[in-house]
């Protein structure tokens, strides 16, 4: 049996969206000091299997490494700077480990959602490393992270390792397959450009008893309009801007 929902309605976009260095525990804090009680992030495996905060399949764009992050062990990425390309004031800032993450989330009471980013070829490798994880560094807390993908054999790879985690399917374009997908999928939520969720959407998620989650959106006007059409969750870059009180 899935866990209580685990996150509250405003979360910060990779930690603290573009205002520190994104998937770090710099960002985290700083989303915290705006009021934040929640992050989404993103998680992939190094070469030897550890679960680690990265975005994007390269090194290139916001570390110190370059070329695909999946060919370097933990050891050697631990190694990486992976604040400097931010500003100097974060220069030094490590990529940190998902139980890194997890320690400073359990100890401040923060929701989490994590999205599996799995390396070419390891979506299900990536789900079920990324459950078996969680499950351990969760274990007898009860605030799960929610793991979501827009990778479906990733989630359903979590789903099958460890199906007592809430799980989100993330869509970024139309497609008739999600009611289907996230059903057997067994989704707490569904998560979408923000762009794709109108009322009849919200309608559609909340059908499924799921909650109806969107990002990233930084614009006040339409965060006023997905609140009044009953949206459940948003995921967004412009911690001062909006108060998530």
Not at 21 to 26: D, M, S
Not at 60 to 87: F, K, M, Q, V
Not at 158 to 172: F, K, S, T
Request: aromatic share 8%.
């Amino acid at each position: 049996m899935t866990k209580p929902w685990p996150l509250p309605f405003w979360i910060a976009h990779r930690g603290a969206g573009k205002l520190a260095p994104e998937n770090t525990l710099a960002a985290f804090r700083l989303g915290a000091a705006h009021g934040y009680r929640a992050f989404e992030c993103d998680v992939r495996l190094s070469h030897d299997g550890r679960p680690f905060l990265l975005h994007d399949d390269k090194l290139n764009r916001t570390t110190s490494g370059r070329g695909p992050a999946g060919l370097l062990s933990w050891h050697e990425l631990s190694r990486l700077d992976a604040g400097g390309w931010h500003s100097r004031a974060y220069a030094g800032e490590p990529i940190p480990s998902l139980e890194t993450v997890a320690a400073y989330c359990r100890r401040n009471g923060f929701g989490l959602n994590l999205e599996l980013k799995p390396n070419p070829g390891q979506d299900e490798e990536t789900g079920r490393v990324v459950a078996l994880a969680v499950r351990e560094l969760w274990a007898g807390s009860e605030r799960l992270p929610l793991l979501s993908s827009f990778k479906p054999a990733a989630v359903a790879a979590a789903q099958a390792a460890a199906p007592e985690l809430p799980r989100g399917l993330l869509i970024d374009k139309a497609r008739d397959s999600w009611t289907e997908e996230a059903k057997a999928l067994g989704c707490s939520t569904v998560i979408t450009n923000y762009a794709l969720m109108d009322r009849a959407m919200v309608e559609a998620v909340h059908a499924l008893g799921m909650k109806a989650l969107v990002y990233t959106v930084n614009d006040e006007s339409v965060a006023r309009w997905l609140m009044a059409n009953g949206l459940d969750g948003i995921i967004t870059d412009t911690v001062d801007k909006f108060s998530p009180v």
